[in-house]
């Protein structure tokens, strides 16, 4: 599985970009430019406004800021961005976390890893133990069984999906196979629990 990294250009280039594309064609309809950058009016004309100085200030501060999440991604993934599913987790958790050691807001952090805003939230509020626990899967103290068979439910996952849900109500179900690990079929089985089963597993040992 791959380290994602600045998907998408950030505002700085995206309003050099606009602004050449005015200055290639100043006949260009306003409607048109809009449509292409896919910006309102009043937002093209803001930029359009802007001082020179200003556009590159910010488009020397997105190449930094793009240069220090390669160098992050680098140091945590030496052999490559290509990592196994096992590891993918903990790395991105330590990138993460590395960022925001730099000060990095979790908006940000989101924005140039290409990840959803919750994605990136979950992660960094994660617990002591949720923290241990993808670091021991990635350095092989714990062995997860990755096989999607139909293995008896556990409340141990279970408690994992209602951590994810209660931390961030909005959560999708792809996010949360994204941070608990789990498989779609297998969250599945879980959200289809009736409320007594669920009550059963979670009052269980397993």
């Known amino acids: 599985m791959r380290i994602p990294s600045h998907k998408e250009p950030g505002e700085g280039h995206v309003i050099q970009a606009l602004r050449q594309a005015y200055a290639d064609n100043p006949r260009i309809l306003p409607g048109d430019l809009c449509a292409k950058?896919?910006?309102?009016?009043?937002?093209?004309?803001?930029?359009?406004?802007?001082?020179?100085?200003?556009?590159?200030?910010l488009v020397n501060e997105e190449v930094r800021d793009m240069a220090t999440v390669d160098e992050v991604i680098e140091h945590f993934c030496p052999n490559g961005r290509d990592i196994p599913d096992t590891q993918r987790r903990w790395?991105?958790?330590?990138?993460?976390?590395a960022l925001e050691d730099k000060g990095?807001?979790?908006?940000?952090?989101?924005?140039?890893?290409?990840?959803?805003?919750?994605?990136?939230?979950?992660y960094l509020s994660m617990s002591e133990d949720e923290v241990q626990r993808i670091r021991d899967i990635a350095e092989g103290r714990?062995?997860?069984?990755?096989?999607?068979?139909?293995?008896?439910?556990?409340?141990?996952?279970?408690?994992?999906?209602?951590?994810?849900?209660?931390?961030l109500p909005t959560i999708t179900r792809p996010q949360i196979c994204e941070v608990t690990g789990l498989s779609m079929s297998r969250l599945m089985r879980y959200l289809a629990l009736s409320p007594a089963d669920r009550e059963a597993l979670l009052t269980g040992n397993k």
């Not at 950058?37 to 930029?47: A, C, I, L, Q």
């Not at 790395?91 to 976390?97: A, D, E, F, G, S």
């Not at 062995?143 to 849900?165: F, G, H, M, Y």
């Open 104 to 122: 990095w807001n979790r908006i940000k952090i989101a924005r140039y890893l290409g990840l959803n805003r919750g994605t990136a939230r979950y």
């Open 91 to 97: 790395r991105l958790y330590q990138i993460m976390r």
């Open 142 to 167: 714990l062995i997860i069984n990755v096989r999607r068979t139909k293995k008896p439910l556990k409340k141990s996952e279970l408690l994992e999906i209602i951590d994810a849900q209660n931390k």
């Open 37 to 57: 950058f896919d910006v309102s009016v009043s937002t093209m004309k803001r930029w359009l406004a802007m001082p020179e100085n200003d556009v590159q200030a």
